[in-house]
């Protein structure tokens, strides 16, 4: 059962991270590097985690008992150290690595450390309810692993920008605070329905909404890296 289990877990990410990487028209990475982001990516988990698990010790991520709260909890107990865990990882990854050489790569490696990440976190919320993992299993298949393959997609796509001088300096921390962003509306919004019982129907309808608006972001991204990359292209750093 543990096996299985483990299987539900990881096959979303597992097949993300398959559907970004035959989306690489031009010259696709070595499998070798698409493992090497997919442990990466494991390893953000426990950097996150740490950071999680000390800014709860601490006290600044109480309980959420507000709508104020449910924010304060998704921006500073989940998006802000778990994108910055992934993006730490993208760039140890990235920096001297010789096949980041066209600008859909940054897509497909983000979005392997992400999936790596996902991947990760969806084994520990399945054995946290082992009781219901199949349904859990379903719900973060739908939800939580695309989610997180977005907000890789959004932080790839800058990423690529700088890499390649396509970016303004002053945009740079786009980098980061746009993938922040999404991540934080999006539990914001799922942690506001938890405290607030009689919003949920609405909040949940808005829930569906930015995500059917991410996800077409996120596509967009995709498409835009896909006709701009060329085997020719130089890298800058």
């Not at 990487?21 to 493992?35: H, N, T, V």
């Not at 008992?65 to 150290?81: D, E, H, K, M, T």
């Not at 920096?95 to 066209?102: C, G, Q, T």
Request: hydrophobic content about 55%.
């Amino acid at each position: 059962m543990l096996y299985v289990i483990i299987f539900a877990a990881i096959l979303p990410a597992f097949l993300l991270v398959l559907y970004i990487w035959l989306r690489d028209k031009w010259q696709r990475e070595p499998l070798s590097q698409i493992f090497k982001g997919v442990f990466y990516g494991f390893l953000s988990t426990f950097i996150a985690l740490l950071w999680e698990e000390s800014l709860s010790y601490i006290g600044l991520i109480p309980e959420p008992q507000s709508v104020l709260g449910a924010f304060w909890n998704a921006f500073a107990g989940a998006a802000i150290p778990e994108e910055a865990s992934k993006l730490l990882m993208i760039w140890l990854l990235l920096r001297r690595n010789k096949y980041f050489d066209e600008r859909f790569d940054g897509i497909v490696y983000a979005c392997c450390v992400g999936m790596g990440f996902a991947g990760t976190e969806n084994i520990g919320y399945l054995l946290s309810n082992i009781d219901a993992w199949e349904s859990v299993a379903v719900s973060r298949a739908i939800f939580a692993v695309p989610g997180h393959f977005m907000f890789a997609v959004v932080m790839g796509y800058y990423y690529s920008l700088i890499a390649f001088r396509d970016m303004s300096l002053t945009k740079k921390s786009l980098v980061f605070w746009m993938p922040v962003l999404l991540h934080g509306l999006y539990d914001g919004i799922l942690f506001t329905a938890n405290v607030s019982p009689s919003l949920q129907g609405v909040l949940i309808f808005v829930f569906y909404i930015f995500v059917f608006w991410m996800f077409r972001y996120g596509r967009k991204r995709i498409q835009t890296l896909s006709e701009a990359s060329n085997p020719n292209n130089i890298r800058f750093f």
